[in-house]
T-cell receptor, first 111, second 112 residues
Framework: TQLLEQSPQFLSIQEGENLTVYCNSS?????LQWYRQEPGEGPVLLVT???GGEVKKLKRLTFQFGDARKDSSLHITAAQPGDTGLYLC???????????WGAGTKLIIKP | ETGVTQSPTHLIKTRGQQVTLRCSSQ?????VSWYQQALGQGPQFIFQ???????GRGNFPPRFSGLQFPNYSSELNVNALELDDSALYLC???????????FGSGTRLTVV
C-alpha cells in the first residue's frame, strides 16, 4: 500500500516568517503534485514536479522533488495572510493512475 | 475554457437510499476521476473513467459505481447509503498522458 506522509498537519505562524511543508513516502512516484484547497471547494493545482531533484518556483513558493522521487517539499518565503489554506501533496505512481494523497497541512498566517 | 462542474452542490439523503452525483469535465479533457474526502482528511480515490470504461478502482465496495458518457461527463452512483458515506465527493478531469488534474468544487453528501 502506497502512503504519503505529510507534515506538519497544522501550522500557525506570523506574517513574514518562512515555513516548509514536507511529504515523504517509501514509494517512487512519477509525479508529485501540490494543491491548495479552500473550505467547501475542490483542490486547485499549484505545481507538478516530475524529475528527481526538480525545483519549481511560484512567486514566494518553492517546490522541490527529491532525487529519488520519493519525497517533496513546499517552502514559503515571507508568508502572507493570503497564503492561509489547506495544502495537499499528491503522488502519481508509474504503474497506475490514481493519486495518493497526503493528509494535508492546514496553514494559518496571522497578520 | 470551462472548468469542472459538479451537481448538486449539497445533498441530504437517508441511510439505505441511492444517490447519483454528476460531473462535467473540463473542455479538452478525456479522463474523469472521482474522490471521496472526509472532513479533515486528504481525498481517497474511488475510480477513474477513460473512454467510457472504468480504468482503475480504489478500495471502495461495488455499491459505488460510475459511468462516463461520450461527451466525457460522468456520474457517480452510490447504492444503499451508509452514514459513513457522508463526505465531500470530488470529480477531477484530466487529459490522458498529461500531469495534473482539474477538480470541481465537489458535492457535499450528508447521510442521516
Amino acid at each position: 500500500t502506497q502512503l504519503l506522509e505529510q507534515s506538519p498537519q497544522f501550522l500557525s505562524i506570523q506574517e513574514g516568517e518562512n515555513l516548509t511543508v514536507y511529504c515523504n513516502s517509501s514509494s517512487v512516484f512519477s509525479s508529485l503534485q501540490w494543491y491548495r484547497q479552500e473550505p467547501g471547494e475542490g483542490p486547485v493545482l499549484l505545481v507538478t514536479v516530475v524529475t528527481g531533484g526538480e525545483v519549481k518556483k511560484l512567486k514566494r513558493l518553492t517546490f522541490q522533488f527529491g532525487d529519488a522521487r520519493k519525497d517533496s517539499s513546499l517552502h514559503i518565503t515571507a508568508a502572507q495572510p493570503g497564503d492561509t489554506g489547506l495544502y495537499l501533496c499528491a503522488g502519481e505512481a508509474d504503474s497506475n493512475y490514481q493519486l495518493i494523497w497526503g493528509a494535508g497541512t492546514k496553514l494559518i498566517i496571522k497578520p | 475554457e470551462t472548468g469542472v462542474t459538479q451537481s448538486p452542490t449539497h445533498l441530504i439523503k437517508t441511510r439505505g437510499q441511492q444517490v447519483t452525483l454528476r460531473c462535467s469535465s473540463q473542455s479538452g479533457h478525456n479522463t474523469v476521476s472521482w474522490y471521496q474526502q472526509a472532513l479533515g482528511q486528504g481525498p481517497q480515490f474511488i475510480f477513474q473513467y477513460y473512454r467510457e470504461e472504468e480504468n482503475g478502482r480504489g478500495n471502495f465496495p461495488p455499491r459505488f459505481s460510475g459511468l462516463q458518457f461520450p461527451n466525457y461527463s460522468s456520474e457517480l452512483n452510490v447504492n444503499a447509503l451508509e452514514l459513513d458515506d457522508s463526505a465531500l465527493y470530488l470529480c477531477a478531469s484530466s487529459l490522458a498522458g498529461s500531469y495534473g488534474y482539474t477538480f470541481g468544487s465537489g458535492t457535499r453528501l450528508t447521510v442521516v
